[in-house]
C-alpha cells in the first residue's frame, strides 16, 4: 500500500486514514491520471515476516483450543468415573427396571412351575385313562383333577397380578450410585492395565504393524481433543426409559427438566449449541408466548454470525399474532429489546411460514470499510449502496430520478444517512446538491459541497420554488419522444436535500408537494428528512410520491404510512421497535432502519455506517479543489454565448492572465486578486473562513457554468502543494467555442 506525503505548503495536518497518509490535498488514493511523484518508492512489504507471525498465532491459537479440549475430556472422564453425569432420576430408573426385571423374572419362573405341574398332571391322567380302558386299572383319580385345577387357578393369580413398583428411598438411590460407581472406577482401572501392558508389549516388541495403531491412535486422540476444544460436548445420557407400563411416572423417576417444564418461562437462546437445541427452544418460547396450537413446527433452522435463523410454521392465526408476541419472546429467549424479529409472507408460496432472526450479537459490529470516492468519479445513474442488511448483503439504490423519504426520531441516525447520500452525490460527474435546512446544520462538513444552501425560511421558499421552475422548465424542454430529462454531466441530475420538513412554512410545502409531483420527469428530486410522516405533516401521496422510503427509529403511527399497507407492522415492519440514540455515549439502534426501494420489498434490518465528520471534510475540500458540476444554461434558462459576445467572467478571467503576464495557468488564490478588484463585496464574502479558497472555486465555477462555458478547474500538480486553477490553454478554447 502506498503512502501519500503531505506537500510542504499544506495548511491542514496529515491524517492517517485506513492505513494510507491523507491530507487535504490528498484525501484519498490517487487515481489514474494523477501524476505519482517518480521519487516515491515504498518498500516492499515484509512477507516472509508477516507469514511468520500468521503462523505464530495460527499454532498458538491451536495449541490453546488442543489445552482446552484436553482439560474438558478430562473433567468428563472424571465425571463419568464418579456418576456424576447420571441424575438420581436416572439411578432411580435404573432401580425400578431393575425391580421389574426381578418381579417379571419370579412372575415367569411360577407361572412357568404352575404350567409345568399342570402338565405332569394332565400326563398322569391320562395315562390312568388309557390304562383304564385297557382294563388295567380304576381310571383317573379324582384328587389328580382338584390338583389340576388348584394349579390352574395358581397360575391365573400369579399372571393376574401386576407389577407395582417401589419408588425408591434417597438411601437406596445413594446405595445405588456408589455401586455403579465402583463398577465404572473398576472397568476404568482394568481398561488402563490392558492398555499400558499392550503399550510395553508393543515397546518390546516393536513391529512397523504397531508403530502404525500407536500413531492412529494417538492422531485419534489428538483429533478429539482438538475438536472438544473447538466444540465441547458434555456427557448426558437420556434417562432410561422405564420398562413397565405407567399411568403417571412413579415418584422421584421425573426428570428435573421434565419436572419444571410445565412452568418454564424462558429458553436462553444464548446457551444452545446446536441448531436442535436452538430449534426446540425457539419452538417452545413461541408455544408459550403465541399459543400452542397456533405453532406447529420450527424448521430451517441455521446458526448465523448474529444469532439464529429459523422458519416458524403457523398451524393456526397469522403472522400478525407472532409480531405481537415479539416484546414477550425477546424475555422468553433472554436477547435484548427488539432483538428477535419476524418477516411475514417471506415465502409466496405459503402464508404459513413466518422468518424469525434471533440476534444474540451484533449483527452490524463489523460493517464493511466506508468506501473511497474520488472527485468526479461518480455517476448519479449509477447504483450505490446505502447501508448493509442483517444478513451482510449491500442496499443499492439509484438516487437519479428518486424523490426520497427518511423518517427518523431524534438520535435515531438520519444525519448518518444523509450524509450517505450527500458523499455519494457529490462525487458524482453529473449531479448537484443543494442543501434546505432551518436548523441551519445541513450537510454539515459537506455542505461547502452543495451549489445553493438554504437556512432560514425565506431562503428555503425561494430555493424550492426556484427548484419547481427549474423542474416545469425542463418538462417543457422535453421532446416529442422524452419522457424524463437525459442527465449528462453537462446537464446533472439536481438533489435536494430538505431537513425538518415539518417545520417548513405554507409556501415552502406547497412548492416541495408540486415538485414530488413533476421533480422526477425532470430529474430534479428531494430528500426528505423528517421526524413525523403522520398525514397531516406530510399530506396523503406519502407511498406514491417516494420512490424510496426510508424508516429509521420512529413512531409506531409513522410506519403502516409510510409503507403504504396497514398491515406492515404485522408483516414485520418494525422500526418503531428500534432505540434511538440519547447520545454519543450510547449508539443503542442509531443507524439502523427498514426501507422501501425499488429493488428492495421485504421488512428487512438493515444498518447505515456512520462517516466520520473528519473524513468527509476531506473529502469535500478534494472535491472542491477538483470543481464540482453547475446547472446548465437550458435549465436556468439563459441563452447559450457562443458565437456572440465574450461573457464578463470569461473577460475577468482573461484580464487576470494577461495582468500576470498570460502564464501556462493561475492558481485560485491568484484569479482571487483580480476578482476582488473587481467586485470586493461578490468575492470577499469569505474572507477569514477556513475554507475561503474552496468557496472562491466554487463560486467561480458557477459562474463559469451559468456563462455557458465549457471550462473546468484542474489540478496544477507542478505547482507546490498541487493546487486547484485554471490554465490558459482551457480558457482561450472556452472562449473560442
Known amino acids: 500500500m502506498s503512502r501519500y506525503a503531505p506537500g510542504p505548503d499544506d495548511e491542514v495536518d496529515a491524517e492517517i486514514v485506513d492505513a494510507e497518509l491523507l491530507d487535504m490535498d490528498h484525501p484519498g488514493p490517487l487515481h489514474a491520471g494523477h501524476d505519482q511523484p517518480a521519487d516515491e518508492h515504498p518498500p516492499s512489504p515484509p512477507y516472509g515476516k508477516i507469514a511468520l507471525t500468521a503462523a505464530r498465532q495460527l499454532a498458538a491459537r491451536e495449541w490453546n483450543i488442543f489445552k482446552t479440549g484436553a482439560g474438558h475430556v478430562k473433567n468428563e ?60 386299572g380304576p381310571g383317573p383319580s379324582p384328587k389328580t383333577s382338584e390338583a389340576i ?70 492422531a485419534a486422540t489428538s483429533t478429539v481433543l482438538w475438536a472438544q476444544g473447538r466444540a465441547r460436548t458434555r456427557l448426558a445420557p437420556p434417562l ?23 412452568n418454564r418461562t424462558s429458553w436462553p437462546i444464548r446457551t444452545a449449541t446446536t441448531p436442535g437445541e436452538a430449534q426446540e427452544f425457539i419452538h417452545q418460547a413461541l408455544r408459550q408466548t403465541v399459543a400452542p396450537e397456533k405453532i406447529a413446527d420450527v424448521i430451517d433452522v441455521k446458526e448465523l454470525a448474529y444469532g439464529w435463523q429459523a422458519i416458524a410454521v403457523l398451524s393456526g392465526g397469522t403472522s400478525a399474532d407472532v409480531v405481537r408476541a415479539l416484546p414477550k419472546l425477546d424475555v422468553a429467549l433472554r436477547v435484548g429489546q427488539g432483538r428477535v424479529l419476524a418477516q411475514g409472507g417471506w415465502n ?11 440476534l444474540t450479537e451484533d449483527p452490524f459490529g463489523n460493517p464493511p470499510p466506508y468506501p473511497f470516492r474520488g472527485p468526479r468519479s461518480c455517476s448519479i445513474l449509477n447504483p450505490v ?30 444525519s448518518a444517512m444523509v450524509r450517505t447520500m450527500a458523499e455519494y452525490a457529490t462525487a458524482c460527474v453529473d449531479a448537484v446538491v443543494w442543501d434546505f435546512d432551518p436548523t441551519g446544520r445541513g450537510l454539515g462538513p459537506l455542505r461547502a459541497l452543495a451549489d445553493r444552501t438554504a ?47 415539518s417545520t417548513l412554512s405554507k409556501r415552502g410545502k406547497a412548492a416541495a408537494i408540486e415538485l414530488l409531483r413533476i421533480g422526477r420527469k425532470a430529474r430534479i428530486t428531494l430528500i426528505i428528512c423528517t421526524q413525523d410522516a403522520t398525514a397531516d405533516v406530510m399530506g396523503d401521496a406519502i407511498a406514491d410520491s417516494f420512490g424510496i422510503r426510508i424508516l429509521m427509529p420512529c413512531r409506531q403511527p409513522d410506519v403502516p404510512l409510510v409503507i403504504g399497507d396497514q398491515s406492515a407492522i404485522s408483516m414485520g415492519w418494525l422500526p418503531h421497535l428500534l432505540v434511538p440514540s440519547p447520545g454519543e455515549w450510547e449508539i443503542a439502534d442509531a443507524g439502523r432502519y427498514y426501507c422501501i426501494t425499488p429493488r428492495h420489498r421485504a421488512p428487512v434490518l438493515r444498518y447505515c455506517p456512520h462517516l466520520d465528520a473528519s473524513v468527509a471534510a476531506l473529502r469535500a ?16 434558462n439563459i441563452p447559450t454565448t457562443a458565437g456572440t459576445t465574450v461573457p464578463t467572467v470569461g473577460k475577468l478571467l482573461m ?64 505547482l507546490p502543494g498541487k493546487p486547484s486553477g485554471y490554465r490558459l490553454s482551457d480558457l482561450e478554447d472556452a472562449l473560442n467555442k
Open 77 to 136: 472422564i472424571g465425571r463419568w468415573r464418579n456418576t456424576d453425569d447420571l441424575t438420581n432420576p436416572h439411578i432411580a430408573r435404573d432401580i425400578l427396571n431393575t425391580q421389574y426385571a426381578v418381579w417379571r423374572k419370579t412372575t415367569t419362573r411360577k407361572a412357568g412351575q404352575a404350567r409345568a405341574q399342570i402338565q405332569r398332571l394332565e400326563h398322569n391322567s391320562k395315562q390312568q385313562m388309557q390304562l383304564m380302558l385297557r382294563g388295567q
Open 149 to 218: 385345577e388348584r394349579w390352574a387357578d395358581y397360575q391365573a393369580k400369579v399372571e393376574a397380578v401386576d407389577f407395582e413398583p417401589t419408588v425408591p428411598s434417597d438411601i437406596a438411590v445413594v446405595a445405588a450410585r456408589g455401586h455403579r460407581r465402583r463398577g465404572r472406577r473398576r472397568a476404568m482401572n482394568m481398561s488402563l492395565l490392558t492398555l499400558t501392558a499392550l503399550e510395553g508389549a508393543g515397546l518390546v516388541w516393536a513391529t512397523t504393524p504397531t508403530l502404525v495403531t500407536d500413531f492412529a491412535l494417538a
Open 240 to 262: 432410561p426409559a422405564l420398562r413397565f407400563p405407567y399411568a403417571e411416572l412413579p415418584e422421584g423417576t421425573e426428570d428435573a427438566d421434565e419436572a419444571v417444564e410445565k
Open 348 to 358: 409466496p408460496d405459503d402464508s404459513a411460514e413466518v422468518m424469525m432472526r434471533v
Open 385 to 414: 449502496s446505502i447501508g448493509i442488511s442483517v444478513d451482510g448483503q449491500p442496499t443499492e439504490v439509484i438516487l437519479a430520478g428518486q424523490h426520497i423519504l427518511v423518517v427518523a426520531k431524534s438520535g435515531g441516525g438520519k
Open 455 to 501: 437556512y432560514t425560511e425565506e431562503e428555503i421558499d425561494e430555493g424550492l420554488e426556484t427548484l419547481l421552475a427549474y423542474a416545469r422548465n425542463r418538462v417543457g424542454l422535453l421532446g416529442p419522444e422524452e419522457d424524463n430529462w437525459v442527465v449528462t454531466p453537462e446537464a446533472p441530475a439536481i438533489l435536494a436535500f430538505v431537513d425538518e420538513f
Open 621 to 636: 475540500h478534494e472535491r472542491l479543489a477538483a470543481g464540482l458540476p453547475g446547472i446548465d444554461a437550458a435549465t436556468l
Open 655 to 718: 484580464a487576470a492572465f494577461e495582468a500576470e503576464g498570460s502564464p501556462p495557468a493561475l492558481t485560485i488564490a491568484q484569479l482571487h486578486t483580480h476578482l476582488m478588484k473587481d467586485d470586493p463585496a461578490r468575492w470577499g464574502q469569505w474572507s477569514g473562513r477556513s475554507d475561503e479558497l474552496a468557496r472562491i472555486g466554487s463560486a467561480l465555477a458557477v459562474e463559469i457554468k451559468k456563462a455557458g462555458l465549457t471550462l473546468t478547474s484542474t489540478r496544477l500538480n507542478q
